[in-house]
């Protein structure tokens, strides 16, 4: 005989909500390829029974509004459309990323590629692991994307490692025209979940560098007419 106790928190009738940004594209031949820009705005940790806040997950966050405030400062107008999406429920049942793909982006014609931003805290938060695993070779077009991100890394002084990072919104992108590339910073493994995921870990002034990097990726993929 196997005897089961299970403890589970539930929250009835709880409203989420993500935050998104969208500007469309100028380009009739390319407004329907979407950059999306995500990261999180909700964020649980967990160590044994004790909760912790999740402020760590704030790097990606701050790098995302940053982005944003440049490209309606400037008021950018982008060939393909973009999105900044700011996601709710992350870590739940009910992620804010999979309502609004099958709401909004659940489209044939609609080309998609995500950049999902973790949590940018290390010591080291210039060296940046890209995870690309979830990238078809044979899109051109995608792959394009990839070089200039590495191209502006090269530009702006920061190291690109290559490794397989978690994200929930991983299985939300994974059927046609959906491609997402996750970037975070080294050492976030050790912190997230524990006693010591808050805000005060955040290098801020680490984060400068890779905003620049970031910045100047997204203006040109989200310009360029390749």
């Known amino acids: 005989?196997?005897?089961?106790?299970?403890?589970?928190?539930?929250?009835?009738?709880?409203?989420?909500?993500?935050?998104?940004?969208?500007?469309?594209?100028?380009?009739?031949?390319?407004?329907?390829e979407y950059i999306v820009i995500g990261s999180?705005?909700?964020?649980?940790?967990?160590?044994?029974?004790?909760?912790?806040?999740?402020?760590?997950?704030?790097?990606?966050?701050?790098?995302?509004?940053?982005?944003?405030?440049?490209?309606?400062?400037?008021?950018?107008?982008?060939?393909?459309?973009?999105?900044f999406a700011f996601w709710d429920g992350t870590v739940s049942d009910y992620k804010g990323s999979a309502n609004f793909i099958v709401k909004h982006l659940n489209d044939s014609n609609i080309k998609v590629f995500n950049i999902d931003l973790r949590s940018f805290i290390s010591s080291k938060s210039d060296n940046i692991i890209m995870d690309t695993t979830n990238v078809t070779p044979?899109?051109?077009?995608?792959?394009?994307?990839?070089?200039?991100?590495?191209?502006?890394?090269?530009?702006?002084?920061?190291?690109?490692?290559?490794?397989?990072?978690?994200?929930p919104i991983t299985q939300d992108m994974n059927y046609d025209n959906k491609t997402i590339v996750?970037?975070?910073?080294?050492?976030?493994?050790?912190?997230?979940?524990?006693?010591?995921d808050s805000?005060?870990?955040?290098e801020v002034k680490k984060l400068g560098r890779v905003g620049q990097m970031l910045l100047d990726a997204v203006i040109e993929i989200a310009c360029s007419g390749y």
């Open 1 to 32: 005989k196997i005897n089961l106790k299970i403890e589970s928190n539930t929250m009835l009738e709880v409203k989420g909500y993500n935050v998104v940004g969208f500007i469309e594209g100028t380009d009739e031949k390319l407004k329907n």
């Open 40 to 83: 999180s705005i909700d964020y649980i940790g967990d160590d044994k029974e004790v909760r912790y806040p999740g402020a760590t997950a704030i790097g990606g966050t701050a790098l995302e509004l940053d982005i944003a405030r440049v490209f309606a400062e400037k008021e950018i107008k982008p060939k393909r459309s973009i999105v």
């Open 138 to 167: 044979k899109d051109k077009t995608v792959q394009n994307h990839i070089k200039v991100l590495k191209k502006s890394a090269k530009r702006n002084n920061v190291a690109l490692s290559y490794g397989v990072v978690i994200s």
């Open 182 to 196: 996750i970037m975070d910073s080294f050492g976030s493994e050790k912190i997230l979940k524990t006693s010591g």
């Open 199 to 202: 805000s005060d870990k955040i």
